[in-house]
């Protein structure tokens, strides 16, 4: 089965699932926190138009929906869609697949794409890119996350001991394909560095004061490449 494929019926179970584990929980907690920085800056520089890809139930696309001037998503399951609608007044939806058919909006200056590349397969990585860069305008913002790193500390460390992991997107990688699909790496914000082992995945450790203090080390910029999820931004060259 495609990662296309992959969330068709699970509109009503998604955000259950992310806020039930401690991990994601985290994960979904620093991404808003860094996405919320961005856009902030890049409205000041002038971003008004925006596109959730695979916008799922609206995680991303609620926070665009409060300050873009115009705001698209589109996501391939009615489902999920369904569920993002509700939370997001102000946003256009489409569910269609952008890599047959284009949507019917003018290029937009930024396009986000989270909890997608890390999951999916290559042949759609490399796909997904082609579209989203037909749909920004010239020198517009490509802002994604990538939640699969192979190269986590942790995984890092389980391979020591013989574990094998699926995933497959480590940093290197993932500037390859944005590089030959026409994107240049502009920063890349690292999350989780220090959860280095499974033991420390538990919520009073995840929300404690520690978890902010050792998060600054995820930060060091050439540190992003060994953290579990980073959110980065690119630009369409
Ligand atoms: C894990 S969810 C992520 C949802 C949301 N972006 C988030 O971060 O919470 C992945 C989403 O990608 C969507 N998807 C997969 N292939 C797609 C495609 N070719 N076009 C649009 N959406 C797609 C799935 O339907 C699913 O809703």
């Given at each position: 089965m495609s990662y296309r494929d992959s969330h068709l019926e699970k509109g009503a179970d998604y955000d259950l699932a992310l806020a039930r584990d401690p991990f994601d929980a985290y994960m979904a907690r620093r991404e808003r926190e860094i996405v919320v920085a961005i856009l902030a800056r890049l409205q000041r520089a002038g971003v008004r138009r925006t596109l959730d890809f695979a916008c799922g139930?609206?995680?991303?696309?609620?926070?665009?929906?409060?300050?873009?001037?115009?705001?698209?998503?589109?996501?391939?399951?009615?489902?999920?869609?369904?569920?993002?609608?509700?939370?997001?007044?102000?946003?256009?939806?489409?569910?269609?697949?952008?890599?047959?058919?284009?949507?019917?909006?003018?290029?937009?200056q930024l396009v986000t794409a989270f909890r997608f590349f890390g999951n999916a397969e290559d042949?759609?990585?490399?796909?997904?890119?082609?579209?989203?860069?037909?749909?920004?305008?010239?020198?517009?913002?490509?802002?994604?996350?990538?939640h699969e790193n192979p190269w986590a500390l942790q995984r890092l460390l389980r391979r020591l001991v013989g574990e094998?992991?699926?995933?497959?997107?480590?940093?290197?990688?993932?500037?390859?394909?944005?590089?030959h699909a026409g994107f240049r790496v502009r920063r890349a914000f690292?999350?989780?560095?220090?959860?280095?082992?499974a033991?420390?995945?538990?919520?009073?450790?995840?929300?404690?004061r520690w978890a902010d203090v050792l998060e600054l080390l995820s930060r060091?910029?050439?540190?992003?490449?060994?953290?579990?999820?980073?959110?980065?931004l690119a630009q369409r060259t």
């Open positions: 139930t609206g995680r991303i696309t609620q926070l665009l929906d409060g300050v873009a001037e115009a705001c698209f998503a589109v996501d391939v399951s009615a489902s999920m869609v369904a569920e993002a609608r509700a939370k997001c007044p102000r946003t256009q939806f489409f569910i269609q697949d952008i890599i047959d058919t284009p949507l019917p909006i003018a290029p937009v042949s759609l990585r490399a796909r997904v890119l082609e579209a989203i860069r037909r749909s920004l305008a010239p020198g517009g913002y490509l802002l994604l996350n990538d094998r992991a699926q995933a497959d997107l480590h940093h290197w990688k993932l500037r390859r394909l944005l590089r690292g999350i989780g560095l220090w959860i280095y082992r033991k420390l995945e538990r919520p009073d450790v995840l929300n404690s060091v910029p050439f540190l992003s490449r060994f953290c579990p999820d980073a959110v980065i």
